[in-house]
C-alpha cells in the first residue's frame, strides 16, 4: 500500500511537471501507473488529494533539511530566536544543499517546475511559487541577515539589499541548471558565490569554522 501510494505520488507529480497540473488528469495519471482510476482512488481521493499530498511532502523535506543544518526552520515571528543563533558556515552548507535539492532531487525538481509552469495559470500555484522560490527565500534571508547584524555576526547594511543580493545568484543558476547537463559548473559557481559574498558581509571575528 505505501509503495503504491508513493508511486502514485511521484508519477503525478512528473506528470504535472511535464504537461502542467491543470492539464494532467487522474486518467493520465492511472494509466501511466497502469492501473484503474478505481485503483488509484484507493489510495487518494482525487487528483487534488495527491497534490496537496506532494506540497506537504515538499514543506516536510523542507523541515526535515533545515533541521539538519541547524538553520530555522520557521518564520522569524514563530521562532525569533533562531534566526539569532544561526552560524555563517551553517547558512553555506544549508544553501548549497538547497541548490543540490531544487536542481538534482527528482521530486523537489519536478515540483519546481509544476510551479514554473503553472504561476501564471493559477493563482494559488502563483502564491507557492513565490513561498517556496522567490519572495519566501528572500524573506527568510533577509530575516537571518537582519538578526546576525544585531548580533555582531554580520556587517551592517540593509538586510532586503543585502538579501536580494545573495539570493539572485542563486534563483539565476537554477534556472541556468536546468538548460544544461553539467549541474556541477553551476553548483561551483554558487559556491564561489558565496564564499565572496560571507568574505565581503561577515564579521570575521564572528565566524565560525
Known amino acids: 500500500m505505501a509503495a503504491t501510494k508513493e508511486n502514485i505520488l511521484h508519477t503525478a507529480l512528473r506528470l504535472f511537471a511535464q504537461d ?14 497502469g492501473m484503474t482510476k478505481g485503483a488509484l482512488y484507493k489510495h487518494y481521493k482525487n487528483k487534488r488529494d495527491i497534490f496537496d ?13 533545515a533541521k539538519k543544518y541547524e538553520v ?37 525538481s519536478n515540483f519546481r517546475k509544476m510551479l514554473t509552469l503553472e504561476q501564471y495559470r493559477n493563482p494559488e500555484i502563483m502564491e507557492l511559487y513565490q513561498k517556496c522560490l522567490v519572495s519566501g527565500p528572500v524573506s527568510y534571508m533577509e530575516d537571518l541577515f537582519r538578526e546576525m547584524m544585531e548580533q555582531g555576526i554580520w556587517s551592517k547594511s540593509n538586510p532586503k539589499q543585502l538579501a536580494l543580493e545573495f539570493y539572485a545568484p542563486f534563483y539565476l543558476l537554477v534556472s541556468i541548471s536546468d538548460t544544461t547537463p553539467d549541474k556541477k559548473e553551476a553548483a561551483k559557481l ?7 559574498f ?12
Not at 499530498?53 to 533539511?65: C, L, N, T
Not at 552560524?87 to 548549497?96: P, R, T
Open 72 to 108: 530555522p526552520e520557521e518564520t522569524f515571528d514563530k521562532s525569533p530566536s533562531a534566526y539569532r543563533n544561526t552560524a555563517v558556515d551553517k547558512i553555506k552548507v544549508f544553501i548549497e544543499a538547497q541548490f543540490h535539492f531544487w536542481t538534482e532531487d527528482e521530486f523537489f
Open 20 to 33: 502542467g497540473y491543470e492539464a494532467a488528469s487522474v486518467s493520465d495519471i492511472a494509466g501511466e501507473l
Open 198 to 209: 560571507i568574505e565581503k558581509n561577515a564579521s570575521p571575528r564572528k565566524q565560525k569554522e
Open 53 to 65: 499530498s506532494i506540497v506537504e511532502r515538499i514543506y516536510q523535506m523542507d523541515v526535515d533539511r
Open 190 to 196: 554558487l559556491a564561489e558565490h558565496i564564499e565572496r
